[in-house]
Each structure stands twice: as C-alpha cells, then as structure tokens.
C-alpha cells in the first residue's frame, strides 16, 4: 500500500505565497509522475500542475508563471510553490503519484492524497 500526505495548506490573503508538499511512502520501487489538482466548491477537480521523474512540467494555463511544482526523488516528495495568489485559487488541492511497486515494477497505479484546503481571503 502508499499513502500520500500533503502538508501546507491554510488562509493566506490575495498577493501572498503558500507551499503545499506531498510525500510518498509505503511499497514503492519508482514513481513515474506526481502532479497536483485542485477542487473549488461546486465545481470539477481541475489539474494544476504535474512533474515526471525526469523533471519535465506541465501547468494549467491559469497557473503559469505563478506556479512552481518540483520534486525530490531521493524523498519521493512534490512540492507545489504557489505565488501571487488569487481568490480563484481558493480550492481543496489534491496530490497524485504513479506508483509502481517492488512487486509489479512494470505497473503504475495512481494514489491520491487526502486534500488540503487553501483559501485565498483578505
């Protein structure tokens, strides 16, 4: 089994930073790619931004140049630096890995973590 955590969420006012952090662990051999998604009231679970092994990113549109996701390897960790936050961004963000085990080395399984809450308010 593998559990993901993520950490970092909260109330921050418009203009302000948050870094949300995702760490892996259980019975992981490798981990393809990690991402980040995010779910506002009322509405469908969107993707943020992803990461695979190799550190090739990809974000939504709403979030570039504003967005940072990166990743450490050795720590099976993503981390999501989010900057110049907007009330738009106010959602429950989602981590997500592709995970295969010792087991099945050539079988990926995406897990999710459980939600943490950002809330952009002044």
């Known amino acids: 089994q593998v559990h993901l955590v993520e950490s970092g969420g909260g109330l921050v006012q418009p203009g302000g930073s948050l870094r949300l952090s995702c760490a892996a662990s259980?019975?992981?051999?490798?981990?393809?790619?990690m991402g980040w998604y995010r779910q506002a009231p009322g509405k469908e679970r969107e993707l943020v931004a992803t990461?695979?092994?190799?550190?090739?990113?990809n974000y939504a549109d709403s979030v570039k140049g504003r967005f940072t996701i990166f990743r450490d390897n050795a720590r099976n960790t993503a981390v999501l630096q989010m900057n110049s936050l907007k009330p738009e961004d106010t959602a429950v963000y989602y981590c997500?890995?592709?995970?295969?085990?010792?087991?099945?080395?050539?079988?990926?399984?995406?897990?999710w973590g459980q939600g943490t809450q950002v809330t952009v308010s002044s």
């Open positions: 990461i695979t092994s190799g550190g090739s990113t």
């Open positions: 259980g019975s992981i051999f490798s981990i393809n790619a």
């Open positions: 997500n890995a592709d995970v295969s085990s010792p087991a099945y080395r050539r079988t990926y399984v995406r897990y």
